[in-house]
């Protein structure tokens, strides 16, 4: 193999090229035409290598996390890797199952900087020295006539509404999407400024925003804030009735519903429904120049507010379905699960469990039916709710059965609560009978609710409607 004529010819027409996906294509084809390899260009595309150039008759990686495979290990470390049996490197990422040896070389910028990876793989014998070095020429080359061409080729919108779209989809908590889609909303469509505006039970409200929002957006979070809910609904409303708008990058007068935005500078807008009518709400996202937004900007942020809608909407039915896990259908209180992890919390001599049973309630049922006691137990629920100070717990953990969790100070103030709720029971027409313990150190959480509840049943040995502190 003469391999100072493969790279001339090789890079004979790389000072041609008019951009780097072109210098990088036209170096693969003349390359094959020298070797049986499968050759692939990866460059960095924001955060990962994507392929750009490549022969072959299987599949390759379109894009490569950082330091994935040995590709991402020689462009992280700046440094080729000569592989003469990939079984034997972990890294290896298996693009076709014949291939038995690999050589990358990063592709470099002037100062040395990499830029992306050169890499060759191969399913039969090859001379790995030679072509190693004929590979780090031509990369050498290569790497000099993108960074002269601009340097790897810019993320393109589409990527980037799919990069964000993976991030919404990954957020924790409704706070975290909005943010997202806020971000990912400024990021696609270049403009500086967005904003969610959410339908909600007590009228229209501004979604979350960014951690750092810009001049602009806070400006026309403020407007959109200080003018209430009335407008805010009239924003919502307009895009649903008439689908997505914007700005034609004329001077003139906005519609009345757009004059809060108007009022905070914004001279280029977008407004794209999100959700549905009654319960979804508007994506605005504005800049200071005046700007015309073309089709493709708006058809992404539909994209872009349709999956911020799909993944807001699974976040909630998420918190729906937790929150029906863990608390009574009956009551509304929460029951043994979430009351078994709280009480695994208890500080000793300072965290009180106040054991509760309802007395006589058997009989409800059998004189009145079970109807007449799930009423019971609901008015006796929330009389007991009230009774409780701010940062209290109610649960219940059986049929009759309720265990507070209080923090107290001593014994005697837990006596004082716990009195509290019997007197809120007798203003219902009903009375109960209450065990109270607080947790010695290093006894157990369920060693404590068994001396609640013994002290509960010696209330009730002693005629109930009563309260009796456990001893210690």
Not at 140 to 157: D, H, V
Not at 195 to 207: H, I, K, M, N
Not at 263 to 268: D, H, I, K, L, S
Not at 300 to 321: H, K, V
């Amino acid at each position: 193999m003469d391999h100072e004529r493969v790279i001339r010819d090789v890079t004979v027409r790389l000072p041609m090229a008019s951009t780097a996906l072109e210098a990088c294509q036209w170096t693969v084809a003349a390359l094959a035409r020298h070797t049986p390899a499968t050759i692939s260009i990866l460059l960095q595309v924001h955060d990962r290598l994507r392929c750009v150039a490549a022969t072959g008759a299987w599949q390759v990686f379109s894009t490569v996390p950082p330091k994935t495979g040995i590709v991402g290990r020689v462009y992280a470390s700046g440094e080729p890797a000569t592989v003469a049996d990939v079984t034997t490197d972990p890294d290896y990422l298996p693009v076709r199952p014949d291939v038995s040896t690999e050589l990358c070389v990063p592709l470099l910028d002037p100062a040395g900087r990499p830029i992306g990876v050169l890499d060759l793989q191969w399913s039969g014998p090859a001379e790995l020295g030679p072509w190693r070095g004929t590979a780090e020429r031509l990369a050498a080359r290569l790497g000099a006539r993108i960074t002269a061409l601009g340097g790897p080729p810019a993320e393109s919108r589409s990527e980037k509404l799919l990069r964000h779209a993976a991030a919404m989809t990954s957020a924790p908590t409704d706070w975290d999407l909005m943010a997202a889609a806020i971000t990912a909303a400024r990021d696609v469509s270049a403009l500086s400024a967005a904003v969610l505006v959410l339908a909600g039970r007590s009228g229209a409200r501004l979604g979350a925003p960014t951690s750092a929002p810009g001049e602009l957006e806070a400006r026309i979070r403020t407007e959109l804030a200080e003018a209430g809910a009335a407008p805010l609904g009239r924003l919502i409303a307009r895009a649903h009735r008439h689908g997505a708008a914007y700005t034609l990058g004329e001077a003139g007068h906005p519609t009345d519903d757009y004059l809060p935005l108007a009022r905070a500078g914004a001279r280029t807008l977008v407004a794209v429904p999100v959700g549905p009518p009654d319960g979804g709400g508007v994506l605005l996202v504005a800049d200071e120049r005046l700007l015309r937004p073309d089709p493709t900007t708006i058809n992404l942020m539909e994209l872009l507010a349709g999956q911020a809608w799909t993944c807001l909407d699974r976040l909630r039915t998420l918190a729906r379905l937790r929150e029906q896990a863990s608390s009574d259908p009956l009551t509304g209180l929460r029951h043994t699960g979430p009351f078994g992890q709280r009480i695994a919390t208890a500080t000793p001599g300072r965290t009180a469990l106040l054991a509760i049973d309802v007395d006589g309630f058997k009989d409800v049922n059998d004189t009145y039916g079970h109807q007449a006691g799930d009423r019971l137990l609901v008015g006796l629920a929330r009389a007991l709710e009230e009774a409780l100070r701010h940062g209290d717990e109610l649960y219940r953990i059986g049929g009759d059965e309720f265990v507070a969790v209080i923090e107290v100070n001593r014994p005697e103030e837990a006596v004082r609560i716990a009195e509290r709720l019997t007197e809120a029971a007798r203003r219902t027409g009903r009375t109960i009978s209450v065990g109270v313990a607080l947790p010695q150190a290093g006894e157990s959480p369920e060693l404590t609710l068994r001396r609640a509840d013994q002290a509960l049943y010696a209330v009730k040995r002693h005629g109930r409607d009563g309260v009796r502190l456990a001893a210690a």
